[in-house]
């Protein structure tokens, strides 16, 4: 049987054209990028290429690209890094996170609560669109970051960060915009955005599993997390994952090259999709919103339907689906995503996130169009039998 792959937004498969550009820093060029001999001169000079290559493809300057090991790590970094460098300044001790970011910025978040932080979540609306005024209302002047996603993870609302990012920028605060489901579908530059950090990750473009990047304002203030060699400018010691960073670059300029005329393709998927469930599952519900939504993203709830036994029946069913993000699902608790835009438990518990992306076709969407409604017609008929039993029908 075909699987057919509907969870781009937990990760994408290796472009063969990025393995082909790892392939020589995986085999002959292992040299150590910090050691004084030739050998190792050519690895150097790899990571630094590719920090250019990443740097032309945002527009920013090289010296403000910082590679790490995945969007977590990046987003740890800016926000715990710039919570401990403002204290450290004798400044700040508050920050703003949005109800719905991602489990690396709100975790973060929490943890510096527990250090004796300040930390406000600013919620969402129904469709999960924060709002720029409650962001403002949010400030304190002791707010070192606010931290908003360009887009959300499991049910797609694109965020207005860019007026978010007015906001912050008229009170001298750092913003952080976590980019991880965004590069290669939305444009993602820090001054277009008007943002002072961005994270990004390799394997949600068709690259690599590991590495990622933390974009760093010249002149936003971040303390490291990781001490060691120093370096990455000191900012990230670590001997550098050469073959990972330059697949991410590689990565990362092919998704950009491709992004215009491929996110209108998956916008045509997505929305085949939503239309074929909507006209085939009476009361499915599309969470996130209508129009501000990721290109690749379809996020239903299905009333009577349990989310686990749906999940469990398409895999059987050859569909690779996720109830929410990858660590949400498999969970007995509703995601906070779902909770935070105020979906009753029933409906958050019965949640279906389809993602689709550059190998997705017409006929993938149509079959998962069938297999969807033909799944839940069996769930709910069981359901119906179970409860008829129940009351001794
Ligand atoms: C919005 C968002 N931020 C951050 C991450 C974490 O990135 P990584 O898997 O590279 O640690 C993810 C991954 O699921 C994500 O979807």
């Not at 599952?281 to 996020?299: F, K, Y």
């Amino acid at each position: 049987m075909r699987t057919i792959y509907m969870d781009y937004a937990a990760t994408t498969p290796l472009d063969p054209d990025v393995l082909e550009a790892m392939l020589p820093w995986l085999r002959e060029g292992y040299g150590n990028p910090s050691s004084p001999y030739a050998a190792a001169r050519l690895t150097r000079a790899a990571v630094d290429d590719a920090r250019v290559q990443v740097a032309e493809a945002l527009d920013v300057k090289p010296g403000e690209v910082y590679f790490t090991s995945g969007g977590t790590e990046a987003l740890n970094l800016a926000v715990k890094g710039a919570a401990f460098a403002a204290r450290k300044r004798g400044r700040g001790a508050h920050v703003v996170v949005s109800a719905v970011e991602h489990q690396a910025v709100l975790a973060s978040a929490a943890f510096l609560e527990r250090q004796g932080f300040g930390v406000t979540r600013v919620p969402v609306d129904e469709y999960g669109v924060v709002h720029p005024v409650a962001v403002a209302e949010a400030l304190r002047p002791d707010t070192a970051l606010v931290a908003v996603m360009h887009a959300n993870n499991e049910i797609g609302t694109i965020q207005p960060v860019e007026e978010i990012a007015r906001i912050t920028r008229a009170r001298g605060v750092p913003l952080l915009v976590d980019a991880v489901q965004t590069a290669g579908l939305l444009e993602v530059r820090p001054d277009d955005i008007g943002c002072d950090l961005l994270a990004l990750s390799a394997h949600k473009l068709y690259g690599p599993k590991g590495v990622g990047v933390l974009y760093v304002r010249t002149g936003t203030k971040l303390e490291p997390l990781l001490h060691g060699g120093g370096q990455e400018r000191g900012l990230r010691a670590g001997t550098e994952n050469v073959a990972g960073i330059v697949g991410l670059a590689a990565a990362l300029k092919k998704a950009l090259d491709h992004r215009p005329g491929e996110a209108a393709r998956l916008e045509g998927l997505r929305d085949a999709l939503i239309d074929g469930i909507r006209r085939r599952v009476p009361g499915a519900v599309l969470n996130g919103h209508p129009v501000r939504r990721l290109p690749n993203n379809v996020h239903f709830s299905f009333p009577g339907v349990d989310g686990e036994s749906l999940l469990l029946n398409l895999d059987l069913a050859g569909v690779a689906a996720s109830a929410g993000s990858a660590c949400t699902s498999g969970s007995l608790e509703p995601s906070h995503v779902l909770t935070a835009v105020g979906l009753p438990k029933e409906l958050a518990a019965s949640g279906l996130r389809l993602t689709v992306g550059r190998h997705t076709t017409e006929e993938d969407v149509a079959a998962v169009v069938d297999i969807v409604a033909e799944t839940i017609e069996k769930l709910r008929g069981r359901a119906a039998a179970a409860a008829r039993l129940l009351h001794g029908e």
